[in-house]
């Protein structure tokens, strides 16, 4: 009987993520939540390479976790963000987190249909006449545009979300450009003639 490798690999690594992405969710600390994530990537990625999608398990590792989450991580710690005032105001921001999940469900669904995200209907080239990265974006601008244009969207409404619990404020005394003042601005307002009068001194000098 041959050692069943290719599934013992499979289970490990989906277990693995599995695990890590409900850690990445129910971890305090946003440092351990962001390594998670890389794991939950990594385990990804290897499970990517057994179904032979190498073009997307290598970029997930050099995209997201060399440089993505590299960043995020960095950022984290560089923040020092108080997490007491986070977990004294979880019930404010309950109602809100329901609803964006409630949305977001509601989008996956709707994409998921047959009618919208053909899965019986996506066709690939032969294997002979096309790359594994020209077979997938095929398929991606072709058969699943939907889910590529709903993927676009949430990225958009998560740098939009990022930006917002980033900013506190316009801080007092910064210095800022105003554009529609410096479009109103008038000549008189910017230059002054001073009248300069012209005396003659007793030797005959001109000040």
Do not use: C
């Not at 020092?80 to 409630?102: M, R, T």
């Not at 601008?141 to 244009?149: C, G, H, K, N, S």
């Amino acid at each position: 009987m041959i050692f069943p490798l290719y599934q013992v690999l499979f289970y490990l690594f989906a277990g693995v993520l599995v695990m890590s992405a409900a850690g990445v969710v129910l971890v305090r600390n946003p440092v351990y939540s962001v390594l998670l994530l890389v794991l939950s990537f990594v385990a990804s990625a290897v499970l990517w390479m057994l179904l032979q999608a190498e073009f997307l398990s290598l970029l997930l590792i050099f995209v997201y976790v060399g440089a993505v989450m590299t960043l995020f991580l960095f950022v984290v710690m560089m923040l020092n963000v108080d997490l007491s005032k986070w977990h004294e105001k979880l019930g404010y921001y309950l109602p809100s987190g329901i609803l964006a999940l409630v949305l977001f469900l509601s989008m996956v669904l709707w994409v998921l249909r047959p009618s919208v995200f053909p899965f019986a209907k996506a066709t690939l080239p032969a294997a002979a006449d096309v790359s594994n990265t020209q077979a997938l974006g095929i398929l991606l601008y072709t058969d699943y545009i939907p889910a590529v244009l709903v993927s676009g969207l949430l990225l958009l409404v998560a740098i939009v979300a990022a930006i917002g619990l980033v900013f506190q404020g316009r801080k007092p005394n910064t210095l800022a450009q105003r554009v529609s003042q410096q479009q109103a601005a008038q000549k008189r307002d910017r230059l002054r003639l001073v009248p300069v009068t012209r005396r003659v001194t007793d030797e005959g000098e001109t000040t």
